[in-house]
């Protein structure tokens, strides 16, 4: 039995530089919110029932086209009131803030831009 008692304490003093230098359990990373972004550009298409619009939008000549999908909670303004997506047609200007996500782009905010008319 001493010999016994005497292998497990021998074990333990050797195995415990091990236990303490093994590397710690890394935290997990902090949950960051879906970047945002925010578009500025003319309506291409809209489906109201399926409640997506097709934005073309670009600097320069450099063109391309953003599809978003809209939800119940999208905002939708125009002028200072608040407007629904059917209200909303090919050419008309508008700034969509926006968020990525697994399934494309979702609209928060979809704000119609008045056009001076020359």
Same mark, same amino acid.
């Given at each position: 039995? &001493?010999? #016994?008692?005497?292998?497990?304490? @021998? ?14 359990? /890394? @935290? /997990?990373? /902090? ?10 550009? #003319? ?9 997506? $619009?097709? &934005?073309? #939008? ?6 391309? !086209? ?7 909670? #999208? @905002? ?8 629904? @997506?059917?209200? $909303? ?15 494309? !782009? ?13």
């Amino acid at each position: 039995m &001493l010999r #016994t008692t005497r292998m497990a304490t @021998l074990a333990a003093v050797l195995l415990t530089p091990f236990v303490a230098s093994a590397p710690a359990r /890394p @935290l /997990p990373a /902090p949950v960051q919110a879906a970047p945002s972004y925010t578009y500025h550009g #003319t309506v291409h298409a809209v489906n109201v029932r399926s409640g997506w $619009l097709d &934005l073309i #939008t670009g600097v320069g000549m450099a063109l391309r !086209m953003v599809h978003m999908t809209t939800q119940p909670t #999208t @905002l939708f303004a125009a002028a200072g009131r608040s407007i629904r @997506l059917g209200d $909303l047609k090919p050419g008309d200007v508008v700034s969509a803030e926006c968020r990525s996500t697994a399934a494309g !782009m979702v609209a928060g905010r979809i704000e119609r831009i008045e056009v001076p008319t020359p």
